[in-house]
């Protein structure tokens, strides 16, 4: 597995193009209100917003480390080849089957055959392991002329459906509907056309009659809807197509709309009044690469992160997908070092033209990362796609390092909800060690350094132990964790169930 470091003195990069109008709620998102009630949500560590301090014990000479792990691509890769687009894949609750959906496309021709554009659908597949594909033949629409097909969409008109994007809604806003899926449309009609959503009770059969226009806007990419929890209200990361490219001329007056811009709404099933305001354009260390366009961002929100599969883009060649994150949904940090979460392949696979990621389903213990590739850039009709797998350990995509003379991470002060402390970090080439102290940090009788059982293994879930004091009897009480990290990688933690004797 590829690790990136990326030394924390150098700071964080915000890449952000949008005034607030609210720096309270703003500020009240990037920083939480102390004491932090944590419940048992996992508290990512990497961006600062748990942490208090770290520093390094020889802090002259060492300091701590953020560090990237990228996700591994599948030996089985490609899982689908020669056919594929944007991809969205879920897991069944209770069959624990793989549902995929996917974009794709095939040559709009005239009436002599020359082609004049594309035609776009939206294909389905299923998978009992999630690395097997059959794509079934439905017989529901005609495509390539036959229905001898796994199209399950076409879009309002039967014109035009791309970009699909499947949506995690609260159970209120479903309408009774066990899939919702958004996507892009042209060619509609007039006020039909741009992003609409559309329900089904079983992921292949999509209702017509529950098909809504949620914007018109004309943002030819995967345009991802995410509900936000705090907010109560949807964001969608899209183009602003409505001032950019939106008419023939010069750059100079079109103007780029290969941007990642934001709308907000109340609901996915009326009209948005919002526009789209952009915040996030390619900056010094993106031209540096020539990586001078957002192709798009497919965005999940976990843990109170939102987290963003950005696709840079190289005009007209590479596209490849970073990580982007975001507290309050508004302001995106990307690692300054700009570590891609999919890379291209080598050179001659079928993956070594374009990685358009998306975000992650949880598989047991793994974060599992589908893609669609290509074999060619994207300025060439010749270049042909494929789906592929890539894996990761849950919740490790970034790490805090301590060095190998050690190092500490304090958190802020936090109201302990009582059970045990449970780390997912990585320990298994030196030491991991826990105290608890009070707000001013003085450490707290039976729970200092020397009274914690060291960690020097790897799991998801080492629980923390002292030798004669349990933490599930500080329930209530304000307490800060100090962990001591030597050449230890530390990712989350957490309060679990009560602790074990």
Excluded at 129 to 151: A, F, T, V, Y
Excluded at 178 to 189: F, I, K, V
Excluded at 454 to 477: C, F, M, N, Y
Aim: proline letters at 4%; glycine letters at 10%.
């Amino acid at each position: 597995m590829m690790s990136y470091r990326i030394i924390l003195t150098m700071g964080f990069s915000f890449v952000a193009a949008l005034i607030v109008p609210n720096a309270v709620w703003s500020q009240s998102r990037s920083l939480p209100t102390e004491p932090v009630e944590i419940g048992t949500t996992p508290q990512f560590v990497f961006d600062g917003y748990i942490v208090d301090n770290h520093f390094a014990l020889k802090y002259k000479q060492q300091t701590m480390e953020r560090v990237f792990h990228a996700p591994k691509k599948h030996a089985k890769n490609p899982l689908i080849a020669e056919d594929g687009g944007y991809v969205t894949v879920r897991r069944d609750a209770e069959t624990g089957r793989f549902l995929m959906w996917y974009q794709t496309h095939t040559p709009r021709l005239n009436a002599e055959g020359k082609p004049i554009g594309s035609e776009y659908a939206i294909a389905y597949a299923e998978s009992e392991d999630g690395l097997n594909w059959n794509r079934p033949k439905l017989g529901l629409l005609n495509w390539k002329g036959s229905k001898d097909n796994n199209i399950v969409w076409k879009g309002i008109n039967d014109k035009r459906a791309s970009g699909a994007c499947m949506l995690d809604v609260p159970e209120a806003d479903r309408k009774g509907y066990r899939y919702l899926m958004s996507y892009h449309t042209g060619g509609a009609g007039k006020g039909m056309n741009g992003i609409r959503v559309v329900g089904s009770h079983d992921g292949i059969h999509w209702d017509k009659s529950s098909d809504s226009l949620l914007a018109e806007l004309h943002s030819d990419t995967l345009n991802s809807i995410v509900y936000d929890p705090v907010d109560k209200q949807y964001v969608m990361y899209c183009r602003a197509k409505h001032i950019y490219r939106t008419f023939s001329g010069d750059i100079l007056d079109t103007g780029a709309s290969r941007r990642v811009a934001r709308m907000i709404g109340p609901s996915i099933w009326e009209e948005w009044t919002s526009e789209p305001q952009t915040i996030l354009i390619p900056d010094e260390l993106d031209s540096a690469k020539r990586l001078n366009f957002f192709y798009g961002m497919p965005v999940r929100y976990h843990a109170g992160i939102f987290w963003g599969s950005l696709w840079p883009f190289k005009m007209n060649t590479d596209v490849v997908t970073e990580l982007a994150l975001s507290r309050d949904g508004v302001q995106f940090e990307r690692l300054s070092s700009r570590p891609q979460l999919l890379a291209l392949g080598k050179e001659g696979s079928w993956d070594d033209g374009m990685a358009f990621g998306n975000n992650w389903i949880e598989v047991g213990d793994e974060w599992w990362f589908y893609y669609s590739g290509f074999d060619g850039p994207h300025g060439t009709s010749a270049r042909k796609p494929g789906m592929g797998l890539a894996t990761l350990k849950k919740e490790r995509l970034i790490s805090l390092r301590g060095p190998r003379n050690g190092g500490v991470v304090i958190t802020r002060k936090i109201k302990w909800p009582g059970g045990k402390l449970v780390l997912n970090a990585n320990a298994k080439g030196g030491e991991l060690k826990v105290r608890l102290s009070d707000a001013k940090r003085k450490v707290l009788d039976g729970f200092d350094y020397d009274d914690c059982v060291p960690i020097s293994s790897d799991s998801l879930e080492h629980e923390v132990r002292w030798k004669a004091a349990s933490i599930d009897t500080l329930k209530g009480q304000i307490i800060r964790l100090e962990i001591f990290l030597q050449d230890a990688d530390l990712f989350t933690f957490r309060a679990g169930d009560a602790a074990s004797n």
